[in-house]
C-alpha cells in the first residue's frame, strides 16, 4: 500500500504545489489522478516514488518512508513514467533502452535482451528493437517510455499521461495492461486529461486535484455525472454524461452509464430499433 | 481560382537510417480557410506530414525525398527553412521543444522580431496576442515554470501572432486539461473565421471534429480517406485504421447496428439530442 499522509509540497521559494494531501493506493488498485493543468498532479506522482520528497507530512511505500529510502531503492517499488517520454531516453536502441533496466535489477545480458524483446512484442514495438529511440513517433515513445518501466515489474505503476499520441487499438491495449497488472495484485495510478478514455477504464477510484488539494475522490460514476466538481478542475464530462444529461432535460430517460453500449441498447430499445427514423419528424 | 495554399504532389519520404518510407505517394491540395484534421494510428505519418509543410524534411531531416511540395506556389526544395516559416507556422507536440525566452511577452515578441518588423507593430501584436490568448498575467513569467497548458497557449500565441498563411498544430492538446482543449478550439475557430488555413493532427477528434471542414486519415504512410467529417467518420472500417471516432459517432454507428439511422449525421451531441428527442416525440404522439 501506498499511503500519502497530509503531504504539502512547495519547490524552492514557489509557492505550495500540495497542500495538505492525502491518498492511499491499496494493493491491486487502479486509480485514476485528474485535475486542472497545474494542479499538482505531477508533482504527487513525483514524491510516490521519491524523486521529490515531502516538506511536511509524510509518504509510506510498503512501510518505508520515502524521506529515510533512496530514489534508487524505491523506483524498484513504484515505476515511474513520465508525461515527456525523450526525457528519459539515452539507449542507442528499443531494446537496449528496455533492458538497461532489467540489467540493474541482476538479469544477465542475454537474459535482460531476451525479456526486452518480449516486453517490446507486449508492446507492439518490436520492429523497432534497433532503432534509435528518438527515430520512433510520439506515440511509440511513449509507449517505449512505459515498457522500459514495466519491464521492471514494478509493485506500483504511474503512468503519467499514458493516452497521449495513442490511436484508439494502443489506447485498448494500455487498459489490457492495466487491469493485467490489478489481476496480479499490482496497483496503477494514472494520471490523465483524456477524459473519455478514463471514463471508459473502470477505474477503482477518481481523485480530483485542484490548486494542490485534494477535492473529491470516489467512483468513477459519481465523479464523472458531477459537472460542478468536474468544471471546478477545468475537466469536461464525456460525451455519455452529456448525453445524458441533455436527454434526461428533454424528458429522454436512459440508463446513468458511462458505457457507451448500455447507453445506445437502451436507445434503440426506446426508439422501437425499428427501420430509419423518418426525415419528417 | 486562386492558388491552393498547399499543394503535395506524389510525394515519398524515407527517413535515414529506416527500413519503410514514413509517406508513401501522397498528393492533396489545400485550399485557404479549409480547416483539416490530420489523424491516423501511431507511426502512420502524421507528423512526417507536418514537417513536409514547413520544409524541415527535406531541409533538417535526412532521408530520400520523391515528389514536390509546393507552399502558396513555391517548391519547398527551392527555399530554406526560415523563410517558409513566415508562411507556415507549426506548434510542435511537446511544446518544450519550441519555447526559447525568458517570459512569455519575449516568447511572442521573439518570433516577431525575427520577421524584422517595426517595434512598434512588435508591441502593438504581442500585446494583443497576450490578451487574446489570456496570458496577460504571465508576461513576465519564464516558460520553463510554465504547466503544460499554458506552455502549449504560448507556444500557440508565439506562432499565431506571427500571422502565418498556414497553421499547422501537431496533436496540440496533448498537454491540455479538457477545458484548456475546448478554449484551444474555441480560439481555432476564431482564427477560421479570419480565413486561416489549419491543419491539425490529433487522436482525439471529439474536441476539433465541429469545427474541420476535412479530414485526412493516413495509414503505413499512405493517405487512405480524404474529405468531409460527415462522410469519413461514418466509416464503420475506420477502426481498423486505429482512429478513435469521436464518440458521438460510434454511438450513432452502434445504433445503426441495432436498427436505428437517424436523419442526419450527428457531429456533436446537441445535434444528436435534437434528433433522438424529435424521433421519440414524434412516436409519442402516434
Known sequence: MISVERVCFWYSRGATVLDDVSLTISDGDVVLLMGENGSGKTTLAKLLNGLLKPKSGRVVVDGLDTREHSVAELCRIVGYVPQNPEHQFFAENAAEEVAFGLRNLGLGDKEALDEALSVLRKFGLERYASTPPWQLSGGEMKRLSIASVYAMQPKYLILDEPTIGQDAKQKKALIDLIFGMKAEGKAVLVITHDVEWASELGADKVVLLSKGKVIAEGVPEDIFFNYTLLKSCNLVPPVSVDLYAHLSKRGFSVPRSLDYGVLAESIALKLGGSSVVSGSI | ?286
Open chain 2, 1 to 286: 481560382m486562386p492558388e491552393p495554399i498547399v499543394d503535395i504532389q506524389n510525394v515519398t519520404f524515407k527517413y535515414a537510417g529506416s527500413s519503410a518510407p514514413a509517406i508513401v505517394d501522397v498528393s492533396l491540395q489545400i485550399k485557404r480557410g479549409e480547416v483539416v484534421l490530420v489523424t491516423g494510428a501511431s507511426g502512420s505519418g502524421k507528423s512526417t506530414f507536418c514537417r513536409l509543410l514547413n520544409g524541415l524534411i527535406p531541409h533538417f531531416y535526412e532521408g530520400e525525398f520523391s515528389g514536390c511540395v509546393f507552399i502558396n506556389g513555391v517548391d519547398t526544395r527551392t527555399i530554406p527553412v526560415y523563410v517558409l516559416s513566415k508562411d507556415v507556422g507549426l506548434v510542435f507536440q511537446n511544446p518544450d521543444n519550441q519555447l526559447v525566452s525568458l517570459s512569455v511577452e519575449r516568447e511572442i515578441a521573439f518570433g516577431l522580431e525575427n520577421l524584422g518588423l517595426p517595434r512598434e507593430e512588435i508591441i502593438k501584436r504581442t500585446e494583443f496576442i497576450l490578451k487574446y490568448f489570456g496570458l496577460d498575467r504571465l508576461r513576465d513569467v519564464p516558460p520553463y515554470k510554465l504547466s503544460g497548458g499554458e506552455k502549449q497557449r504560448t507556444a500557440l500565441a508565439a506562432v499565431v501572432a506571427m500571422r502565418p498563411l498556414l497553421l499547422v498544430l501537431d496533436e496540440p492538446t496533448a498537454e491540455l486539461d479538457p477545458m484548456s482543449a475546448l478554449q484551444l478550439a474555441l480560439m481555432l475557430s476564431q482564427l477560421r473565421e479570419m480565413e486561416t488555413t489549419i491543419v491539425i493532427v490529433e487522436h482525439r477528434l471529439d474536441v476539433f471534429t465541429p469545427l474541420a471542414t476535412r479530414i485526412l486519415v493516413f495509414s503505413e504512410g499512405q493517405l487512405v480517406r480524404d474529405g468531409p467529417p460527415e462522410e469519413v467518420l461514418f466509416d464503420s472500417n475506420l477502426s481498423s485504421l486505429g482512429v478513435s471516432t469521436p464518440r458521438v459517432v460510434q454511438l450513432q454507428l452502434k445504433l445503426e447496428e441495432l436498427g436505428i439511422k437517424l436523419p442526419i449525421k450527428a457531429l456533436t451531441v446537441s445535434s444528436l439530442v435534437d434528433q433522438l428527442s424529435s424521433a421519440v416525440s414524434s412516436l409519442d404522439l402516434r
